[in-house]
């Protein structure tokens, strides 16, 4: 089992950045698929990116690609996730989130933190 907590929310300005991370406890942090998932007010949690065990592999969201960046560095059992060129529609709580399984996309995750809020102001 892994315990996922995020850090790094907060709010910023339209067109700013913000750099997330997400630690894990546990000691197979590099057996995981991570990835980040976002809700907004009123709206379905939605996929946003992830990564695969050894990092070599990302993949994004439509809505982000360009702009945001995943991350990982298993020897700090760390997460990242760096959003450029923020918009107000990416004003959501972020979720990190581990998987056991195959496949780096939306599915299957097994593993979730209580989130972080990130508010981008227009």
């Known amino acids: 089992q892994v315990q996922l907590v995020e850090s790094g929310g907060g709010l910023v300005q339209a067109g700013g950045s913000l750099r997330l991370s997400c630690a894990a406890s546990g000691r197979t942090f590099s057996t995981y698929i991570m990835g980040w998932f976002r809700q907004a007010p009123g709206k379905e949690r939605e996929f946003v990116a992830a990564?695969?065990?050894?990092?070599?592999?990302?993949v994004y969201a439509d809505s982000v690609k360009g702009r945001f960046t995943i991350s990982k560095d298993n020897g700090k059992n760390t997460v990242f996730l760096q959003m450029n060129s923020l918009k107000p529609e990416d004003t959501a709580v972020y979720y990190c989130?581990?998987?056991?399984?195959?496949?780096?996309?939306?599915?299957?995750?097994?593993?979730w933190g209580q989130g972080t809020q990130v508010t981008i102001s227009s």
């Open positions: 990564i695969s065990r050894s990092g070599g592999i990302t």
């Open positions: 989130a581990a998987k056991n399984g195959v496949g780096v996309n939306r599915r299957g995750y097994d593993y």
